[in-house]
């Protein structure tokens, strides 16, 4: 498995060598499909332009700095050697494990990315992992620390995952945003036994195990065949707008979910097609 950095992972007087290896694709947040802004007229792909409107040209790259807003127009410049004293005042290559915390105490949307801890080449380096592995996995914890990358600081978590180390790199607490506006609505609204229990049947009946097979992307697939359609030239159907759900009372979509549920699952909804009638395509002048 590539890394993308390799270093330690240490607590105590303990150091293990280990690599960091992504374990999402770059694509992983967006769809797999990218796109290119073209000029409607002739399809060529546009330019962006670093224009300065003091000046009214444009400015190369060494031309550019960076600058922090102070105020309305005005600018604190920031140098690349001020960043560089700041990133190269730490860089052990270790990741320095402060606390081990029971696992479900660490709330998820913490989360940033997502990497796998690569155990080192020999047995006399897997051995401490496995060992690191196996403590974790038995006593229920995760391990939260920090690490230096690039010259730039990254709070994380390491957790057990099956046979490996992972490692979720962190949000700091001023980047979450707070839910109390919402748990101020919701308190004082209550439920009635009845909706209650009837809202039990409804998770009840949909119970199953987690499969990430499932995890498909109606989308993406959509996507592809609306590109590989046009691609053939073929002229793509437009869906009919779907009408808004009516409002209706909130035991009888329970009772209706119930009943639905008992039915078993909808079937998956296929991609639209488009039509074959071929579409004649106009030259790029």
């Not at 060529?44 to 790259?61: L, M």
């Not at 496995?130 to 390491?158: I, K």
Request: aromatic share 6%; charged share 30%; glycine share 4%.
């Amino acid at each position: 498995m590539r890394t993308s950095w390799n270093g330690s992972l240490s607590f105590g007087l303990v150091s293990i060598p280990v690599g960091l290896a992504p374990a999402t694709k770059p694509a992983a947040r967006q769809s797999d499909v990218s796109f290119r802004l073209l000029h409607r007229e002739c399809a060529t792909p546009i330019k962006q332009k670093r224009w300065c409107p003091t000046h009214d040209r444009e400015v190369t790259q060494d031309e550019i700095v960076r600058g922090f807003e102070v105020a309305k127009g005005q600018f604190v410049i920031v140098e690349d050697a001020d960043l560089e004293a700041i990133e190269q005042s730490d860089d052990s290559r270790s990741i320095e494990i402060r606390s081990f915390v029971p696992g479900e105490s660490v709330d998820p949307i913490y989360f940033d990315r997502h990497y796998y801890l690569v155990p080192g080449s020999n047995a006399a380096q897997r051995r401490p992992y496995v060992l690191l592995l196996q403590a974790m996995r038995e006593t229920e914890t995760v391990a939260l620390g920090r690490f230096v990358r690039a010259g730039r600081e990254s709070l994380c978590l390491v957790r057990a995952r099956g046979d490996a180390l992972s490692l979720e790199t962190l949000f700091v607490v001023e980047d979450v945003y707070s839910q109390a506006e919402i748990a101020e609505a919701v308190e004082e609204t209550k439920v009635k036994g009845t909706e209650l229990a009837l809202a039990k049947q409804v998770i009840e009946s949909l119970e199953g195990e987690f499969d990430p097979a499932e995890l498909r992307s109606d989308y993406r697939r959509d996507l592809r065949a609306l590109l590989e359609a046009k691609t053939r030239g073929e002229e793509i159907a437009v869906p009919e707008p779907v009408a808004d759900a009516p409002v209706i009372d909130l035991m009888e979509a329970l009772k209706a979910s119930v009943a639905a549920a008992k039915k078993g699952p909808a079937p998956d909804k296929k991609p639209a097609r488009a039509k074959s009638k071929p579409r004649s395509r106009a030259k790029a002048s």
